[in-house]
């Protein structure tokens, strides 16, 4: 597995002003683009083929990481002239390849073993693998539902005593490209219309967990604490 995509084309509307000139994945952790770092740990996993799906101030995300060259990968781009959500965009960017890649969000900084994951992915013959990470505030988050280590089921913002578990998704995914077939043409959901259904009608989605450091950059209080932790790392 060498190919990654990386869905870099939110607005950050939440992190206004901040974002207001500058797209989220440029913001700086530690001196360096959050998409800078997330580009890096990518290439300590060897995966050096990276499609960045671009859309807002996209010219800024393409002027500083060209084609790759300089930090050792190779870059292309899937930009998205009108919105496609996250299975449109996906959808897009995916278009002719073959194998097995890995999808990622660009707005979380983690350590995680992309390697191990891949191997699980083969082990468990998934059509898809989603990271884990354990959270307590799952009234916050989206919460999977297990079957051992298989995806059965998600569970929307549930109350702490009443959560099927403790594990919310990562925001990393190894998916077998014929999954996206399932998605129409344009705009759509990858977690609506792909995720759900694989999970509650074809059972081959498997978690992966995840016990390292773990920060979605969403808020202007989450980026402080990551650019926090990360001076200290």
Known sequence: MN?????????????????????KPMLPVTGKPLLEHI?????????????????YHAD???EYFGDGEKFGVNISYSFEKEPLGTG??????????KEPFLLVWG???????????????????????????QR????????????????????EKPERDKAPSSFVNAGSFIIEPH????????NSSLEKQCFEKIATEDEKMYGFIYKGP?????TIEKYAIANAFWEKK
């Open 3 to 23: 190919t990654a995509i990386i869905m870099v084309g939110g607005l950050g509307t939440r992190l206004r002003p901040l974002t207001d000139k500058i797209p």
């Open 39 to 55: 580009i890096l740990h990518l290439k300590s996993q060897k995966v050096t083929n990276i499609i960045l799906a671009i859309s």
């Open 60 to 62: 800024k995300i393409k």
């Open 88 to 97: 449109g965009g996906v959808k897009q960017a995916s278009a002719g390849i």
């Open 107 to 133: 707005d979380i900084l983690m350590d995680i073993n992309f390697k191990e994951m891949y191997e699980t992915h083969k082990k468990n013959k998934a059509h898809i693998t989603m990271a884990l990470t």
């Open 136 to 155: 307590e505030d799952t009234e916050n988050w989206g919460v999977v539902v297990l079957k051992g280590d298989k995806i059965i089921g998600f569970t």
């Open 179 to 186: 999954i996206l077939n399932m998605l129409p043409v344009g």
């Open 214 to 218: 773990w920060f979605p950059i969403d």
